[in-house]
C-alpha cells in the first residue's frame, strides 16, 4: 500500500503562484508514475501533469509553461510548482501514484484563483 498526503493548497490572486507537495508512504518501490490530477466543481477530474520514475514529465496543454512538476526520491515527495495562476485553475487538486500492483489517490488539496 502507498499512502500520499497532499499539502500546499490555498487562496492566491490571478498571475500568483503556488507550490504543491506529495508526500509518499509505504510500498514507494512499486511506484512507476506520479501525477497531479484536478477536479473543479461540476466537472471530471483532469490530467494536469506526470512524471515517471526515471523523471520523464507530461503535462496538459492548458498548464504547459506554467506549471511544473518534479519529484525529490531522497523526500518520498513530489511537487508541482504552480506560476501564473489563472481562475480557472481553481480546483481540488488530487496527487496519484501507480504502479504494477498499487493505485492510490490523495485526499485533496483546495486551490483557489481569484482576486
Known amino acids: 500500500q502507498v499512502q500520499l498526503v497532499e499539502s500546499g493548497g490555498g487562496l492566491v490572486q490571478p498571475g500568483g503562484s503556488l507550490r504543491l507537495s506529495c508526500a509518499a508512504s509505504?510500498?514507494?518501490?512499486?511506484?512507476?508514475?506520479m501525477g497531479w490530477y484536478r477536479q473543479a466543481p461540476g466537472k471530471d477530474p483532469d490530467l494536469v501533469a506526470t512524471i515517471t520514475s526515471g523523471g520523464k514529465t507530461n503535462y496538459a496543454d492548458s498548464v504547459k509553461g506554467r506549471f511544473t512538476i518534479s519529484r525529490d526520491n531522497a523526500k518520498n515527495t513530489m511537487y508541482l510548482q504552480m506560476n501564473s495562476l489563472k481562475p480557472e485553475d481553481t480546483a481540488v487538486y488530487y496527487c496519484k501514484a501507480a504502479g504494477t500492483y498499487v493505485t492510490s489517490w490523495g485526499q485533496g488539496t483546495q486551490v483557489t484563483v481569484s482576486s
Open positions: 509505504g510500498t514507494i518501490f512499486m511506484i512507476n508514475v
